[in-house]
């Protein structure tokens, strides 16, 4: 199992950019795909990227696609996104998690654009 902690959220102004950081602890952890998910409030977890075990190949949603950049050093076991040209729809609480998704899943970090 991989333990998962979030950390670099913030609050940060329409158009400005934050770099969010996941630690996971594990010997698996460069096994694994890894992705990263928000959850506003009231809304679902939704899925925003993903990364494979090589960090050779990467896929976002649409809503992110051009913005956020995904990556990670599995020397470091951390995966990393960041995030430019951030919007107020962008608020939400961001999770890191390996895919398949485990259980549990990090406490998140708090991402907040303000207009």
């Known amino acids: 199992q991989v333990q998962l902690v979030e950390s670099g959220g913030g609050l940060v102004q329409a158009g400005g950019s934050l770099s969010l950081s996941c630690a996971a602890s594990g010997r698996s952890f460069s096994s694994y795909a890894m992705a990263w998910f928000r959850q506003a409030p009231g809304k679902e977890r939704e899925w925003l990227a993903r990364i494979s075990w090589s960090g050779g190949n990467t896929y976002y949603t649409d809503s992110v696609k051009g913005r956020f950049t995904i990556s990670r050093d599995n020397a470091k076991n951390t995966v990393y996104l960041q995030m430019n040209s951030l919007k107020p729809e962008d608020t939400a609480v961001y999770y890191c998690?390996?895919?398949?998704?485990?259980?549990?899943w990090g406490q998140g970090t708090q991402v907040t654009v303000s207009s």
């Open positions: 998690n390996r895919l398949p998704a485990q259980a549990p």
